[in-house]
């Protein structure tokens, strides 16, 4: 089985602009939840999308949006991109929604703000 | 103050030496997660635990419901288990809250 894809796998942007990030979960997972990591912060929860609804919301500007799709795959929209958004952003996929699902995690897609 | 705190920050040892990175947590938790990252930023997930014990290979995880608190330890220690491990714990909200990490370097 495949194991989750993210895309792209780097991004460079300047601050201002908008940047979107994709998702394909493993084949049959139902749940998606998204991740920013930065040196400073750590690992940090932005948000989790079960069966095309947002499920959960992590402590994050309005500016961090996203979406799940029929398929499953899922995408995750920064607008007015700020310096401190330089992060890498991973993603997860697990079965099923709730807290006794393991999840998986994708390679990340690391985005530079300039 | 981070809701879970994890300890050593960071720890060397050499081949073969016993490792063990120790997780503290505030409040009951639903699950506990460990996670391995390696230098190209990938996270693998190690263990997920609500009670008592797990082995897999080389590596065994620990829970105390009562005392809040996870051991993960590494027998064995080699090179390759050099990665930033962390502990990562789900409240009754079901979000992930994460430990700021442990990195370990193994040498030969």
């Known amino acids: 089985k495949a194991g989750v894809t993210q895309t792209p796998r780097y991004l460079i942007k300047t601050r201002g602009q908008q940047v979107t990030l994709s998702c394909s979960p493993i084949?049959?997972?139902?749940?998606v939840s998204w991740y920013q990591q930065t040196p400073g912060q750590g690992l940090q929860f932005l948000f989790e999308?079960?069966?095309?609804?947002?499920?959960n919301k992590g402590n994050f500007p309005g500016r961090f949006s996203g979406r799940q799709f029929s398929n499953s795959r899922s995408e995750m929209n920064v607008s007015t991109l700020e310096l401190g958004d330089s992060a890498l952003y991973l993603c997860?996929?697990?079965?099923?929604?709730?807290?006794?699902?393991?999840?998986?995690f994708g390679p990340g897609t690391r985005l530079t703000v300039l | 103050k981070n809701e879970v705190e994890q300890s050593p920050q960071n720890l060397t040892a050499q081949e073969g030496e016993f490792i063990t990175i120790n997780c503290s947590y505030s409040?009951?938790?639903?699950?506990l997660h460990w996670l391995q990252q390696h230098p190209g930023g990938g996270i693998v997930s190690l263990f997920m635990l609500s009670s008592g014990k797990k082995k897999h290979g080389r590596l065994i995880a620990t829970i105390n419901i009562q005392e809040k608190h996870s051991s993960l330890h590494i027998t064995a220690s080699h090179p390759r288990d050099s990665a930033v491990y962390i502990c990562a714990v789900r409240y009754n909200t079901d979000k992930l809250i994460f430990g700021t990490g442990t990195r370990l370097q193994v040498f030969p």
């Open positions: 084949s049959g997972h139902r749940s």
């Open positions: 409040v009951g938790i639903s699950a």
């Open positions: 997860a996929s697990s079965l099923d929604a709730g807290r006794y699902n393991e999840q998986f």
């Open positions: 999308y079960f069966s095309e609804t947002q499920r």
